[in-house]
C-alpha cells in the first residue's frame, strides 16, 4: 500500500510537486522564457523530489508543444515520461553509487555525440553524481564543456559540495530542501481526500513526522498506517507502535512513576524496548520530545499548543499536570541527561545497561546528581549581563578551561607546565575535533605525568568512557605536542576532585549529535531563551 500510494502522487509536471516552489517556480520560469541550460545540478536531502524533479525537467523539454512549464500530456514523450511511464530512449538515467560509472561515462562520451531518437533533446539524468568518480567525470568532462546542441545534463546529489568542481562550476545549481511538516500534512490530507480515506488527524502528523521532511517517506508511512487503519481500534498509539515509537500513555506513565520515585515502570519499558527489538535511540528522543512538550505547557507558550503532537485533550491534562509537578529545573534536568544518553547510545555498550542508568540518574534529586551546581536555582538561563563570580554563575567556556584546572599544589615536576598551557592545548583541541573538547569540558584534572605518561582523571565516568571511545586520545595527544613535547602516552582515570565549576553543556556537540539537542539548546530553540555562552562567541 504504501509504495503504491508514493507512486501514484508521484509527479508528472512541476505544478504539482510538493514543497518545493522556490525550485519549480524558477525552472517553470527558465522553461516559459526558453532558456534552456546545458547542464543542471539538483541538490538535496534524500527524498525531497530531486529525481522526479529531473524527469520532468526532461518532460517538459522534450514535449512536443515543448520546451514547456505545462507539458501537454499527449504526446508521445510526454506519455513516455509520465510518473510510471516507460521511459524514453533520449532521456536516459544513470546512477553513480552503483560502480563509479567509468564505463558508462566513457560509452556517454561517445554516444552523446549522436542525435537524439525521436526527441528534441538527448537527456542525461545521473543520480548521486558526487560518487562519479575522476575517470568517470573527465571522460564526462568534454561533453559537459562543449555539449551538442541537443545534449542536457542533470546531476543530482545529496552532497553538491563533493560533486567535482569542474563539473560543478558549469551547472546551474537549483537546491532542493525538507519539506516542512504543515506542507506535508495538508498533501496527505488531500491525498486521503481523493483516496476517500478518514484517519484521526494526530496519525497524519506522526507520518509527517517520520516523513522527516521527505513528501515520498511521509506518503509510504501513510500507506502503512492505511493498511492498519482496517483493524478495529487503529488510534494513535496503535500507529506509534507500529512505527516503533513510544505511545503518548506509555510516555506519561512513565514520567510520572519517576516523579513518585518509583522506577519500576521505566525498567519494564526499557525491557519490552529491548525485547521488541526496537530503536532504543528513537525511544530517548521520544523521551526527549516529550520532556519538550511538557517544558512548552510549562512555560505557557501561547501558541505551545500548535507545536505540540495533537494530544487528546485527556493526554494533555495529564502532561500538563506532570509539567507542572516536575517544575522547570527538573525539565531542563531530565532533558539534559535524556540528551547526554542519547550520545551514550552511540557507544557499543549494551543499550539496556545505558537505558537503565538513564532512569535512575532522572529519578534522583538534580541536585545528588553530577550536576555540581543547585539546580535549584537553576542559572541555565539567566540574564547575559549576569557575570561570573557569584554562586549561581557558570563560568565563560574559555575561562573554564582555566577552572577545570584547579587542582591541590602538590604537581610535581612538568605538570605544572602542562597545566600553564592547558588553555591553548584545549584551543587546539577545540579546532581539532569538538566533541573532545566537550568531553575534556565535563570536568579532567591533570593527576599526573610520570614517565611520558600523562594521566587524565574524569569527574564523570560516562565522559571518560566516551573518551577512550571516540579515540579522542589520540586528538587530544597531538594538540599537547603542539606546545608541549615529551608526552608519549595518555592514561585515562575516573574519579578525578570535582573541578570547582564545570561546564553544563557536556556530551553534546551538534555536529556529533545531529538528533541530540542539550536542555540549553532545546529552550533556546523553542523558547527563545537567552543561554548564558556554552558556546565560545
Ligand atoms: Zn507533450
Known amino acids: 500500500m504504501g509504495l ?78 509520465v510518473a510510471n511511464g516507460p521511459g524514453s530512449l533520449d532521456v536516459i538515467e544513470m546512477d553513480a553509487a552503483t560502480h563509479g560509472l567509468v564505463d558508462d561515462a566513457r560509452e556517454l562520451r561517445d554516444k552523446a555525440l549522436y542525435a537524439p531518437v ?20 573527465n571522460a564526462l568532462l568534454k561533453v559537459v564543456e562543449e555539449p551538442p546542441p541537443y545534449v542536457i545534463f542533470v546531476f543530482a546529489t545529496t552532497e553538491p559540495e563533493k560533486v567535482l568542481p569542474t563539473i560543478r562550476s558549469r551547472t546551474h545549481h537549483y537546491q532542493f530542501r525538507l519539506v516542512s511538516t504543515e506542507i506535508l500534512v495538508n498533501h496527505m490530507t488531500s491525498v486521503l481526500k481523493k483516496e476517500s480515506i478518514e484517519l484521526p488527524v494526530s496519525v497524519v502528523e506522526l507520518a509527517a513526522k517520520i516523513g522527516a521532511g521527505s513528501v515520498r517517506d511521509s506518503l509510504s508511512t501513510l500507506g502503512q498506517f492505511i493498511s492498519a487503519s482496517n483493524e478495529p481500534g487503529f488510534d494513535y498509539e496503535a500507529a506509534t507502535r507500529l512505527v516503533g515509537q513510544t505511545g ?41 520530545e516529550r520532556v519538550r512538550d511538557m517544558t512548552l505547557l510549562l512555560a505557557g507558550r501561547s501558541d505551545g499548543v500548535k507545536t505540540l503532537r495533537s494530544y487528546k485533550p485527556e493526554v494533555l491534562q495529564g502532561i500538563e499536570l506532570t509539567a507542572q509537578k516536575a517544575g522547570i ?26 537505558l537503565e542508568m538513564m532512569f535512575v540518574r532522572m529519578m534522583v534529586e538534580p541536585s545528588v546528581s553530577k550536576t555540581s551546581s543547585d539546580p535549584t536555582v537553576e542559572p541555565v ?65 591533570l593527576e599526573k605525568f610520570e614517565d611520558g605518561v600523562l594521566t587524565l582523571a574524569f569527574v564523570n565516568a560516562g565522559a571518560a568512557e566516551s573518551f ?17 613535547s615529551g608526552v608519549k602516552q595518555i592514561a585515562i582515570t575516573v574519579g578525578g576532585i570535582p573541578p570547582i565549576q564545570k561546564i553544563d553543556n557536556e556530551m553534546v556537540d551538534e555536529e556529533e549529535s545531529e538528533n541530540a539537542l542539550s536542555g540549553e539548546n532545546l529552550l533556546m530553540k523553542e523558547l527563545g531563551a537567552t543561554v ?3 558556546d565560545e562567541r
Not at 468 to 484: D, G, L, M, P, Y
Request: overall charge positive.
Open 329 to 354: 529545573n527538573r525539565l531542563i534536568f531530565w532533558s539534559e541527561v535524556l540528551a547526554d544518553h542519547l550520545i551514550k547510545l552511540r557507544a557499543s555498550l549494551p543499550p539496556q545497561v545505558i
Open 532 to 534: 548564558i555562552s556554552t
Open 381 to 445: 538561563i539567566k540574564a547575559p549581563t549576569e557575570r561570573a563570580g557569584s554562586r549561581l554563575s557558570k563560568p565563560e567556556v574559555n575561562q573554564s578551561h582555566q577552572t577545570t584546572m584547579k587542582r591541590p599544589s602538590n604537581t610535581v615536576g612538568s605538570l605544572q607546565e602542562i597545566e600553564n598551557v592547558w588553555p591553548q592545548i584545549m584551543e587546539n583541541v577545540k579546532v581539532a575535533r569538538r566533541l573532545t573538547w566537550t568531553l575534556l569540558s565535563t570536568g579532567v584534572t
Open 248 to 288: 503518548s500513555l506509555e510516555l506519561s506513565r512513565i514520567f510520572d512513576s519517576l516523579l513518585d520515585a518509583d522506577i519500576a515502570p521505566a525498567i519494564a519499558m526499557v525491557e519490552s524496548v529491548i525485547n521488541q527489538g526496537s530503536d532504543s535511540r528513537r525511544f530517548v528522543q521520544d523521551l526527549l
Open 118 to 137: 525521436q526527441s528534441r533533446y538527448k537527456i542525461y539524468i545521473i543520480d548521486e553524481a558526487h560518487q562519479l568518480g575522476p575517470a568517470a567525470a
Open 4 to 81: 503504491t500510494l508514493t507512486l501514484k502522487y508521484r509527479p508528472s509536471a512541476f505544478k504539482e510537486v510538493i514543497g518545493q516552489e522556490h525550485v519549480t517556480t524558477a525552472l517553470m520560469g527558465s522553461l516559459q522564457s526558453k532558456q534552456i541550460h546545458h547542464a543542471y545540478l539538483f541538490s538535496g536531502p534524500r527524498g525531497c523530489g530531486k529525481t522526479s524533479s529531473a524527469r520532468i525537467l526532461a518532460r517538459s523539454l522534450n514535449c512536443a508543444e515543448g520546451p514547456t512549464d505545462d507539458p501537454c500530456g499527449e504526446c508521445q514523450s510526454c506519455r513516455d515520461l
Open 468 to 484: 577512550t571511545r571516540s579515540e579522542s586520545a589520540e586528538i587530544f595527544q597531538v594538540a599537547v605536542s603542539r606546545v608541549f
